[in-house]
């Protein structure tokens, strides 16, 4: 019986907001001169993966939560009009693997609330607008038997302007079918309009 690698991000993501920060501070960064003669420079802030015990009680299954945030800038001239795509989302490394597939899927429900009043009745609730909901995604890779290493971006948004940021808050995910520990590895990168990109990586998180 053929077992599969499976792997479920589940996110909750806003954009141009602040999350709590259970590892506060500047990760990492990487900048870069693109073809304009702009500085882009992209940042991950506050990382933290917390490993937790499977919930399916499966030695094969590894679980965890993620809350973080990545923020772009871009200086030099033109920056007031630059366009382009931030992402988020893992390297993943599989030491070994019980079957020859990876899918990764996510969504990213989000709700405006437009100038509310949430002090009393009824607390904001006519003033919601259109739900800011960025469209789930699935990805599937062929890893083989493994061991083997894939890179995921887990959710992309436009950007314009010289600065700005996503934050995720408590986004799920499980890989099982991996034999042995599985690292993660979370980058966030921009991506100019014009094809330029620069990404950043974090430090490895054992999810052992």
């Known amino acids: 019986m053929t077992r599969m690698l499976i792997a479920v991000v589940l996110a909750v993501a806003g954009l141009f907001t602040a999350v709590p920060a259970a590892h506060a501070g500047l990760d990492d960064e990487l900048s870069m001169i693109d073809e304009q003669n702009r500085k ?11 490993g937790v015990a499977p919930l399916d009680r499966n030695r094969l299954t590894r679980e965890w939560f993620h809350s973080g945030k990545a923020q772009y800038l871009v200086e ?14 893992y390297q993943i490394g599989f030491p070994w693997s019980l079957g020859v597939g990876v899918n990764f899927s996510y969504t990213t429900p989000n709700i405006l609330l ?40 887990t959710f992309s948004v436009d950007v314009a302007g010289p600065s700005g940021k996503v934050a995720v808050s408590n986004a ?14 979370p980058f966030a990168r921009l991506i100019a309009s014009t094809g330029d990109s620069v990404t950043t990586y974090g430090e490895p998180w054992n999810m052992n």
């Open 40 to 50: 882009l420079t992209i940042q991950q802030w506050d990382t933290f993966l917390n």
């Open 76 to 89: 030099g001239p033109g920056a007031e009009e630059f366009e382009g795509t931030l992402e988020l989302g």
């Open 114 to 153: 437009d100038e509310a009043d949430i002090t009393g009745p009824p607390f904001g609730l006519d003033s919601v607008i259109t739900p800011n909901l960025f469209p789930g995604v699935s990805i599937s890779a062929d890893l083989g038997n493994g061991p083997g290493i894939q890179e995921v971006a």
């Open 172 to 185: 799920h995910g499980t890989v099982t079918g991996a034999a042995g520990g599985v690292l993660l590895r």
